[in-house]
């Protein structure tokens, strides 16, 4: 593979993109705690900054280009560790650059919110979700699976502190959960990429971790895998991945980990982490393992079928506003695993779809929550009802959050639950029937959410005083807005976008090279 000659607009504009958050989290260390203002103008500086060249890949990129060349339109290939055949290797697809902008567009929706709230020790959260950041978009456009590993790995450990510091009462506890139940996954991972490696090197006699080296290799029989081999590599990755979604039954560290951590954790947690999950598997476990994937698609189909009404039905029972919202995640990306393993181009696209808008809605669900607690300090819905005369502006949005939640054709989710029921269609009616259920159970519950919370009983008085959002909280909030009404009606832009890395995942994934 050709190295990229450097240009600080052209291929290097992913290096930008990744460590310039890092860049400003560095910055911070040199600004006293107490200058408030100042952490608030780095932070949305280099967040607003890292948007801006997130929009500038995306001018550059070409959605034309087909296979492993779409990765070649935005590309930094260096040496890293020559010796082990480890490489400095970032580029972007449709898929990728996708979830590149939602990452982008989020980490500065949530900081611009942390400025009109109050947060002890400010600088340090700032800090946190702008390394955060950079271990994010590292994950999404490394190809160099120790590369990529390494940022996986980075994300733990600013989330294990926002958790953490700026958490719930039982913190600890939920960030323990979270980085053990992460980290067993992130391990198994980490052994089969290096007994993948050892593969492709006594097949092709090539020391490399590229993912652009070992598809092509994986998919011409060069590795020679038995099914047995397969199976447990693709397991391996799969496993962390699909805690990572999180899966049912793997999903039990979620609720703990949002109910705990502060607004922007949750916000971050559900818009993009989660979202890590179901790219792993579209990026990685379903190209390099095929037959295993096709061997193992009905055993995960019934999984998610189990999680998207589980998830549903408990969120129905749910008390805490954040707690339901949580556990609403588990349904809502259980059918977007369900969408990856249908395996054609219908229901790939309208997972990726329901990827970006999920981050949108729920990012929104939980930032606006968020607000509430900010004012009342409680969650239950109980402790509210008949705030819409005192709020407006926040039961709009949070209206318009909910219905693109549950799929209100006009809005994001209806696209992406559309596109994945119908391509499930082609592969199962039960399969379809049963997802179906689960997306009549969310309308029930979210919709039993807004109804107590905005316009029931007005019985507490301590809800006669209930401030309205702040111009922060309003910056923070309405852009996500305007996309989840954006992607509604017009989502031809993203589907375009995402058209050709589908397709092209799809081929490979149906490929069947044993008999």
């Known amino acids: 593979m050709p190295t990229t000659p450097f240009s600080p607009l052209g291929a290097d504009l992913l290096s930008t993109l990744v460590f310039l ?7 911070l260390l040199f600004v006293p705690d107490g200058a408030r203002k100042t952490i608030q103008g780095i932070g949305l500086l280099f967040s607003g900054a890292t948007f801006a ?11 034309d280009l087909v296979g492993s060349e779409a990765f070649r339109s935005l590309m930094v290939d260096r040496p890293w560790i020559p010796r082990f055949g480890i490489r400095y290797l970032l580029a972007v697809d449709g898929l990728s650059l996708s979830l590149v902008l939602l990452t982008t567009l989020l980490t500065l929706s949530v900081l611009l919110v942390a400025c009109g709230q109050k947060i002890d020790r400010f600088k340090g959260y700032v800090a946190a979700f ?3 950041e950079t271990g994010m978009l590292g994950s999404l456009v490394a190809l160099d699976m120790i590369l990529f590993y390494v940022f996986w790995e980075v994300m733990l450990i600013p989330m294990y502190f926002i958790i953490g510091i700026w958490g719930g009462k039982r913190r600890i506890y939920a960030t323990m959960k979270f980085v ?4 067993a996954g992130s391990l198994l991972m980490f052994v089969a990429i290096l007994f993948a490696a050892n593969v492709n090197a006594q097949a092709t006699g090539i020391q490399t971790f590229s993912l652009l080296d070992w598809v092509p290799a994986a998919l011409g029989g060069a590795w020679g895998l038995t099914p047995r081999s397969e199976a447990l590599l693709f397991w391996a990755f799969a496993l962390a991945f699909l ?22 954790g949750s916000v971050i ?11 792993g598997l579209l990026r990685f476990a379903l190209p390099l393992f095929p037959n295993a994937t096709a061997r193992y698609t009905p055993f995960i189909a019934v999984l998610a079928l189990i999680g998207i009404v589980y998830g549903a039905w408990v969120a129905a029972a749910q008390k805490d506003m954040k707690k339901l919202v949580a556990y609403s995640s588990v ?19 309208g997972a990726v779809v329901q990827m970006v808008g999920h981050g949108l809605t729920t990012g929104l669900l939980f930032m606006l929550v968020g607000v509430l607690y900010d004012r009342r300090h409680t969650r239950e819905m109980a402790d509210y009802g008949g705030v819409a005369s005192q709020v407006p502006v926040t039961t709009t949005l949070f209206l318009i959050a909910t219905l693109g939640s549950i799929g209100l054709p006009g809005l994001n989710g209806f696209v992406g639950e559309f596109l994945i029921l119908g391509g499930v269609f082609k592969v199962s009616v039960l399969w379809c029937a049963v997802a179906a259920t689960g997306m009549v159970l969310s309308a029930i519950y979210l919709l039993t959410l807004v109804q107590k919370v905005f316009w029931g009983p007005s019985t507490v008085a301590a809800n006669r005083g209930l401030t309205d959002m702040n111009g922060w909280e309003l910056a923070g909030a309405l852009p996500l807005i305007a996309f989840v009404v ?28 044993l008999p």
């Open 21 to 27: 958050p890092a860049v400003g989290a560095l910055v």
């Open 53 to 63: 060249v997130s929009v500038l890949a995306l001018l550059r990129f070409n959605p």
């Open 130 to 132: 702008l390394v955060l």
């Open 180 to 183: 053990l139940f992460t980290l």
């Open 243 to 264: 805690v990572k979604v999180p899966l049912w039954p793997l999903h039990t560290w979620l609720p703990d980990a949002h109910v705990e951590a502060p607004t922007g």
């Open 269 to 279: 947690l559900a818009g993009v982490l989660l979202k890590l999950g179901t790219y």
């Open 331 to 349: 349904s809502h990306l259980a059918l977007v695993v369900l969408g990856i393993f249908a395996v054609n181009a219908t229901a790939v696209s």
């Open 486 to 513: 954006i992607l509604g009606v017009y989502p031809a832009p993203l589907l375009n976008l995402v058209k050709n890395s589908v397709e092209s995942i799809v081929q490979v994934a149906r490929v069947r090279m």
